[in-house]
């Protein structure tokens, strides 16, 4: 893209919009209270907080403009209402120039000096001259002529920042993967009589049958998981309740639940562990089902990854929901849990979250 000229304006509330959006964010300590424009004068109100707010007032006068060229010249500057020498403010001209030297200004003849064109070169792929400049009545006119853009290359360039960021994000997200998943093996994992049995069990199993006889133990190495959640200190007593209920009841050789009861009562004993299963594995941290899971930790994963898909074919997607309202309110009232990061250190190290009671006791006050 490219346009023969063009003139553009700029007041002091630009100047001060770009001085407070550009400048002051990365110098916190300098702030902007006032700027005036007239007869070739920029003139700087502000103040330097570092411990006792210092004041200042500084005036720069434009000279030129010539060959892309333009040419500054601090003319004045007050600090806590005391004026600074010429001389001083000449020094430092010239001492803010040779740190500036990349971004193109130059000290000579006791005036800085502003290369339009090496400035431009940390906006890559533009290109512009200023012509001419006025300022009257407030208002600062530059004068542009041969401003060019690569269109295509900024966007190109702006694609490879994006793709940068991303790749950035990106790995980051795998270190803490792999962070978690080490943290997880580090796990000491539950060992009691379940432990030996199922050893026993898959000790006899002839070699060819084991991978079968790994997805026939999900069901017994769930019981053995909720039994295992229920010893646990950091499980809550409502999720314990839920736990109790969802593996007890398919247990019990009568149904005692009257069918008139809404929703749980027309649900059957598997529709009702489905969802028992599912609330768990959703809702306690990762590394406290790895403690108490006992078999293999890539059939956790299945069982993880899939139980909410095989409960959405069953009665039991009804009870989730309603009871995924209740417990959801619950949770913004008071968090059961920390993260899943915080249970990665040892058992007795995890602070336990103050347990909430079911339902908020109803206070009684005397009338």
């Not at 966007?155 to 991303?166: L, M, V, W």
Request: hydrophobic content about 40%.
């Amino acid at each position: 893209m490219r346009v023969t000229s063009v003139t553009t304006t700029l007041s002091a509330e630009d100047i001060m919009y770009d001085l407070r959006t550009l400048v002051e964010p990365k110098v916190p300590e300098l702030t902007f209270k006032d700027i005036r424009l007239d007869d070739n004068f920029i003139e700087i109100e502000g103040s330097y907080k570092k411990g006792i707010s210092i004041p200042f007032l500084a005036r720069v006068r434009i000279l030129s403009v010539f060959d892309n060229v333009m040419k500054l010249k601090i003319e004045r500057v007050k600090v806590l209402k005391i004026g600074i020498p010429k001389f001083a403010l000449n020094l430092a001209s010239k001492t803010a120039a040779k740190k500036a030297e990349d971004m193109g200004l130059s000290y000579e003849d006791k005036a800085l000096s502003v290369n339009i064109d090496e400035a431009l070169q940390k906006v890559p792929h533009v290109h512009l001259t200023v012509e001419h400049f006025l300022m009257e009545n407030g208002i600062l006119s530059l004068r542009l002529k041969g401003i060019a853009a690569d269109v295509e290359a900024m966007q190109a360039e702006a694609n490879k920042e994006s793709e940068e960021e991303e790749r950035i994000l990106r790995e980051e997200e795998e270190r803490k993967l792999k962070a978690f998943n080490d943290g997880l093996a580090k796990i000491e994992r539950t060992d009691d009589s379940y432990s030996e049995f199922r050893e026993m069990i898959m000790n006899k199993v002839p070699y060819d049958k084991k991978s079968a006889t790994k997805y026939a133990m999900i069901l017994p190495d769930m019981y053995a998981l909720a039994l295992r959640l229920m010893k646990d200190k950091r499980v809550t007593k409502r999720d314990k309740v839920i736990i109790a209920f969802t593996f007890g009841y398919p247990l019990v050789p009568m149904d005692f639940l009257p069918s008139k009861l809404p929703i749980i009562g027309k649900m059957d004993d598997i529709a009702i562990l489905f969802f028992g299963a599912n609330y768990i594995m959703n809702k306690i941290p990762v590394p406290i089902l790895v403690k108490h899971w006992q078999g293999d930790l890539r059939t956790l994963k299945l069982v993880k990854e899939n139980i909410g898909k095989i409960m959405s074919f069953t009665p039991a997607r009804t009870l989730n929901q309603v009871y995924g309202f209740v417990d959801e309110n619950l949770e913004k009232r008071k968090r059961s849990y920390l993260s899943d990061e915080a249970y990665l250190i040892p058992e007795g190290e995890v602070p336990v979250p103050e347990l909430d009671p079911i339902f908020e006791p109803v206070l009684k006050t005397d009338v």
